[in-house]
């Protein structure tokens, strides 16, 4: 169902206020029209500096003089004005923090209640006071679908027949990646991209519709474009997560879709600290050639209430518009820690938020690939766990002697040593219990000392280092333990591991 039904549906069976999400006035407004026009309706809106247009005629009484500020007096006129009318109140969001707006909304609300007429209120993010929740009815104004805009790509295209200089023509495939670049754009958007394109590159480029993309995720400030820079083979040991990974390689094209697979949902890594967890999660996008962005959990929780939800809405809204693609919430218990256990010092923002975040995971259909990462299992609440929420969990256990082997090989070699010249076995014995970043300290800690004599890295400086580091396991034995016995009855492991 688009958001113009839902409207129409909601405006039909008599719900007082509707509040639309959404950037796009034009597109609202426009859908809002015919609306009312199919039902017989008259449409005003109403802005703080257009006033009310057209102009309501009342039911009662001649106009008394007013003199109230610009919102309350429309709402006044509301209140007052004639059967089959929709208003539609542009920008109102910033009024509805003053008592009076509210008081005034519930007023309404239960007057306009089983009357043919509708209040919309509309604006580009949800903030709505909780004493207004039940009253208000919330309609997000999806963006641009396809059909829209193959639309306004023939427009467009149109437009500028009688030019020379631009070339418009288009393989069917050509037409459809555009399309499906320009997806999460708004209609103004998507205009001002093609015709950005045409002027640039004489052409539709698909890379100019990406780069407005990327400006978009700057802007939402919640999420961070990442770009891949790790290769699986950057990343030690995991074989069984790394298979799992493999085997899922091409699961988002269009042909596995024919062959009946669907999308994958998402994995949860679970592990000691400094054991490759974000690692192994940058390393994915880059195998499935696929975006990756970044969720700052902690920056969805905004300091208004109400804020934090509208957050995660945009950021699941501008990561779906970017799908197929990779989300990664790194450090997950961190924001959500506490959201079920009764908590109540946000005054359930958490909760709330965090009820929002399941229900998505729950029931996306959008090719978004969540890959989410904690380590202290015992802050996650639950209900995250619960199956149908991730494909899998996956617990990443401090390397064993193969993967510590495995772990030196890829740093000597990432900072361009000869592997042969040093002994893995016995550095990977003389490791026990440290993990992935740990052995990486351990080769820079032995770099350091190399440089300082004023001579190339010896297995020797390697083993010298080893021995001083002190694990963290080893300090932490008892909580790694407790980890270990929790993660041995709930999760995956991400490597067969033949003992230390
Ligand atoms: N399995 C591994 N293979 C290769 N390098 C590793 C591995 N594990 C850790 N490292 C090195 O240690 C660094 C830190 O690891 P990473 O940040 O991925 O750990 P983490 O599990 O996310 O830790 P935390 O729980 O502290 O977030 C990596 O960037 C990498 O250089
Ligand atoms: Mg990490």
């Not at 197929?324 to 908590?343: H, Q, T, Y």
Request: charge should be neutral; aromatic fraction near 6%.
């Amino acid at each position: 169902m688009t958001a113009a039904q839902e409207i129409d549906i909601l405006i039909r069976a008599k719900y007082p206020i509707l509040y639309i999400v959404s950037w796009e006035e034009r597109r609202v407004e426009d859908a809002l029209q015919a609306v009312c026009k199919n039902l017989n309706r008259t449409l005003h809106t109403w802005s703080i500096t257009q006033g009310m247009k057209p102009p309501t005629t009342r039911t009662s009484g001649p106009a008394k003089p007013m003199s109230l500020p610009g919102e309350l007096e429309a709402l006044a006129q509301i209140h007052e004005s004639a059967d089959f009318t929709v208003f539609l109140l542009k920008d109102f969001h910033p009024y509805m923090r003053d008592n009076r707006v509210v008081r005034l909304l519930r007023d309404l609300a239960l007057r306009l209640r089983g009357k043919a007429q509708t209040l919309v209120i509309m604006g580009p993010s949800l903030s709505l006071p909780t004493d207004l929740e039940k009253d208000i009815t919330v309609v997000d104004f999806e963006l641009p679908i396809a059909v829209d805009i193959n639309k306004k790509l023939d427009e467009v295209i149109e437009a500028v027949k009688d030019n020379p200089n631009v070339d418009t023509t288009m393989k069917p495939m050509q037409r459809e990646i555009i399309v499906k670049s320009a997806q999460g754009l708004t209609m103004d958007e998507i205009e001002s991209v093609f015709a950005r394109s045409l002027v640039e590159k004489k052409a539709f480029d698909v890379d100019v519709v990406l780069e407005e993309k990327k400006q978009i995720i700057r802007k939402s400030g919640l999420l961070e474009y990442y770009p891949a820079e790790h290769k699986l083979s950057d990343v030690g040991g995991m074989e069984l997560l790394k298979g799992w990974l493999e085997k899922r390689t091409n699961s988002f094209s269009d042909k596995a879709k024919k062959f009946g697979i669907p999308s994958p949902k998402g994995v949860l890594i679970l592990g000691v600290q400094g054991c490759g967890k974000s690692l192994i999660a940058k390393a994915i996008s880059a195998h499935w050639n696929l975006p990756m962005l970044k969720l700052d959990v902690g920056r969805i929780f905004g300091s208004l209430v109400g804020q934090s939800e509208e957050n995660i809405r945009k950021a699941i809204k501008v990561a779906e518009s970017v799908a197929p693609c990779i989300l990664w919430a790194d450090e997950i218990e961190k924001g959500f820690a506490g959201a079920s256990g009764g908590a109540v010092s946000d005054s359930g923002t958490t909760a709330r938020v965090f009820a929002t975040f399941l229900t998505w995971m729950q029931e996306k259909t959008s090719p978004v690939f969540l890959i989410a990462t904690a380590n202290n299992v015992s802050q996650l609440p639950p209900e995250m766990l619960r199956k149908g929420r991730f494909d899998e969990i996956f617990f990443v256990d401090l390397p064993d002697k193969e993967e510590r082997k495995q772990i030196f090989s890829i740093h000597l070699k990432k900072r361009g040593r000869d592997v042969k010249k040093f002994k893995l076995t016995e550095l990977a014995d003389l490791t026990i219990g440290f993990s992935g970043a740990e052995i990486e300290q351990v080769i820079v800690g032995a770099l350091f000392v190399a440089f300082d004599d004023g001579r190339e890295l010896t297995h020797k400086d390697v083993v010298d280092e080893a021995k001083v580091v002190v694990p963290l396991s080893r300090m932490m034995e008892e909580d790694i333990a407790e980890i270990r016995d929790w993660a041995k009855l709930r999760t995956r492991p991400a490597s067969v591991h033949d003992g230390d």
